[in-house]
Antibody, heavy 115, light 110 residues
């Protein structure tokens, strides 16, 4: 059974940092392109960024609102995806979902940026 | 900046057919945008229905199909059921590694 389990969410002050993790199981993580998608309270889905598999270069792409502040990385030895979030803003408040390849979604972790 | 457009809301009768669309504020959607479709019910994580225009994700009923209609991507639900009442989102690959979601369509089955 495929599982994606996010962790690391919580309350952080504006300007602060947070690192989210996504533990994957049930599929070949190292071959998968992985993404982060977020959803602000009461709003629609917003693509945050993706990381390609190492065999496809392991490169990353980011949405304009987070570029330069967020970093996506992966540890294939641990089947884990990461999202390092720096210089957080109140508008980054959202549920953050981990998405694997085309089909797999985690249940999400809530990040609240507030003073 | 190009925006991905979806109908804000739509309604369909049980057993009916509905076509939800995904367009661009400027230009036409083609298969080169690799349109994908997602279903989300309140309080739940999204679920992938369709990717690469018309490939159904594993376990998705065949009443869901995807295509290009005119200058938009389309999600067609044939024989809508009560459990299809959800929010539906499309996403397009805009090039240069960037993907963008549409604003979503709230589908009511009544």
């Amino acid at each position: 059974e495929v599982q994606l389990v996010e962790s690391g969410g919580g309350l952080v002050k504006p300007g602060g940092s947070l690192r989210l993790s996504c533990a994957a199981s049930g599929f070949t993580f190292s071959n998968a392109w992985m993404s982060w998608v977020r959803q602000a309270p009461g709003k629609g889905l917003e693509w945050v960024g993706r990381i390609r598999s190492k065999t496809d270069g392991g490169t990353t792409d980011y949405a304009a609102p987070v570029k330069g502040r967020f970093t996506i990385s992966r540890d294939d030895s641990k089947n884990t995806l990461y999202l390092q979030m720096n210089s957080l803003k109140t508008e980054d408040t959202a549920v953050y979902y981990c998405k694997g390849s085309t089909d797999y979604w985690g249940q999400g972790t809530l990040v609240t940026v507030s003073s | 900046q190009t925006v991905v457009t979806q109908e804000p809301s739509f309604s369909v009768s049980p057993g009916g057919t509905v076509t939800l669309t995904c367009g661009l504020s400027s230009g036409s959607v083609s298969t080169s945008y690799y349109p994908s479709w997602y279903q989300q019910t309140p309080g739940q994580a999204p679920r992938t229905l369709i990717y690469s225009t018309n490939t159904r994700s594993s376990g998705v009923p065949d009443r869901f199909s995807g295509s290009i209609l005119g200058n938009k991507a389309a999600l067609i639900i044939t024989g809508a059921q009560a459990e299809d009442e959800s929010d539906y989102y499309c996403a397009l690959y805009m090039g240069s590694g960037i993907s963008v979601f549409g604003g979503g369509t709230k589908l009511t089955v009544l």
